[in-house]
Structures are given as C-alpha cells and as structure tokens.
C-alpha cells in the first residue's frame, strides 16, 4: 500500500516505514538513544532527499523519546537537574545547528556533509565502545571486579568551577561539562537528524562518571526536549519536515519503545554497550560504501537557492 509524501515529492510503501519505525523505536527504548543515528540514513537509502530526512527523523525521535523516557521516568532512571542542564545546551546547539544546515543547503553541500559527518562520528565513537565493551566483557568473564567509580578519584573535570550537587546520579560536579555536552549534541541533533544519544551516552558514562541506569532515562529526557525544538525550527526556517512520514515512523516508534524498554532491562550494561557499538559500525561502514561506489545516476540537478 503506497502513499504520497508531500514534502520528500515520493510515494512510499505504508508499511516500510511504520516497520522501520517499529524497529528503531525499539532500539531507542533499549540503549537509551533517538534512533536517528539509525533511520536517517535509512531515510537516505529509501530515495527520502537528505534534508527531508534530517528535518522528519527529528519529528519522530519526539515520540519515540517520550515513549521510553515514561518507561524510565517509571523506574525512577532519570535525573531531571542533570537533565535540564544538558537541555539548555542542547536548545542553544540546535539554534546554530538549523542555521548551519541553511547555509549548506544554499551551496548544495548538505547531502555531502551529511554522509561524511555520519562516517566519521560513528566510526569513531562506534570502534571506542567496541573496544571498551570487549574489555568489560572480558573483565566479567575473568571474575576481575573493576569500580567504575573510586571514591576520592578525579579527573580534570572535577576540577572545574561551578559546581553543582547531583543527587540522582551521585555526583557533586561542575555545570561546565554537561552545558558543553549538550550544546553538542544539540547541534548534531539540527544538523544531522539525530537525538544525540550516541554521543549522549558514552559521554555521560566515561566523561561525566553518571551510572549507566540513570544515564538512560536522562538521556532520553534530554533527547525528547531537544529534537521538539529542533523540528520547530526545521519546520518554519527549512520547512523539510513531512508531516505524513513523521506520523507513520512516529506510530511504529511509540510501539517499539516499549519493548525495547523491557528488553534492555534483561541485558547487563557491557552487553548494552557492545550491541550498541556494533549496531554503529555497521551504520558506518554502510555509508562510507555509498561514497565510494558508482553511483546509479551519474547526475542529479537540484535548485541550490530552494528554501
């Protein structure tokens, strides 16, 4: 069953693209993570126009974030303090990340950055929790207990003014950090069409010390705020978010976030880790393919100056 998408100007199977959002919304209740990271490129590979696809994952990681942060909100797995203070980063980031994602598509570059940003964070990220995972992995298997955390133990960031007391998560460190890390992520958020959570993550476990169960929820209430925002600004200055597919990934999202909830509770945090890291090589390794192999249509002709 086809259906017109008024904004991408494409007819797409119906039940493609609830499925895919099925799909990611499972993996966005299980690790913690929006999915865009995921179904961008998906988007891309469906023939969705890059800008389009950037500007409606947004839409959908709404929902499907809201879904699994209830579901963690349940579990008391959320630090609202920490989270606020990445949610102020990430609505600044996404203010410059829409206005960055005008100019390129004004030079025609945007379907280019897209891609060679996609290859580059996650081949980096991904290899680094591949590697850290193994290790854990390894470390549990041996019997080796290692603290994530010593008391007394610091590292430059404590070192930072502006400290602040986080009950949730235990931590008494400064605001600095997490301020940063969310004007990061937010601006990753406009400008590739992910929640961030990727970077959100493993930032918040190896950089900021939080344990990995409040990591989830705080990550996913971040995400929800941030990706809101940025699709208002998407949607009035680009004007590349369809409303049509948005609701049908939007509807497969609600639904898979809540099993992937259920899920992730069964696995240990190390186990998390690595099937999160592989689930981003493969992205990556996917789209670094797409650049260099021969393209169908040898060109393409686009209007630069289109809004």
């Not at 797995?77 to 206005?99: C, P, R």
């Amino acid at each position: 069953m086809n259906i017109y998408l008024p904004i991408a100007e494409m007819s797409a199977n119906l039940f493609l693209f609830i499925g895919m959002g099925a799909s990611v919304g499972f993996l966005s209740g299980m690790f913690g993570v929006g999915g865009g990271f995921l179904m961008t490129p998906l988007l891309i590979f469906t023939g969705v126009p890059s800008a389009v696809a950037v500007g409606t994952e947004a839409a959908q990681i709404v929902a499907s974030s809201v879904s699994g942060a209830l579901a963690q909100w349940r579990r008391r797995n959320i630090d609202f303090k920490m989270g606020t203070i990445l949610l102020a980063g990430g609505i600044v980031g996404s203010v410059f990340g829409v206005e960055a994602v005008k100019a390129l598509r004004r030079v025609g570059q945007f379907d280019l950055f897209v891609i060679l940003s996609y290859v580059t964070m996650l081949g980096v990220i991904g290899t680094l929790m591949m590697i850290e995972s193994i290790n854990a992995i390894r470390q549990a298997q041996s019997g080796i207990v290692v603290a994530s955390r010593q008391r007394g133990q610091h590292n430059w960031v404590h070192r930072l003014p502006l400290k602040m007391r986080f009950h949730r998560s235990k931590l008494y460190i400064s605001a600095i950090p997490p301020l940063t890390l969310g004007v990061f992520v937010g601006f990753l958020a406009a400008i590739m069409g992910v929640g961030g959570g990727f970077i959100m993550v493993p930032a918040m476990i190896y950089l900021l010390k939080v344990p990995t169960n409040v990591v989830v929820g705080t990550s996913l209430f971040q995400i929800t705020f941030v990706t809101a925002a940025t699709t208002i600004l998407h949607a009035t200055q680009n004007q590349t978010v369809d409303a049509t597919l948005a609701l049908l990934l939007i509807v497969g999202g609600v639904i898979g976030a809540q099993f992937g909830a259920i899920a992730g509770q069964r696995l240990k945090g190390e186990q998390l880790r690595f099937l999160l890291a592989g689930i981003v090589l493969l992205v990556a390794l996917r789209l670094a393919w797409s650049l260099v192999v021969h393209p169908g249509e040898l060109f393409s002709l686009t209007a630069l100056g289109r809004p």
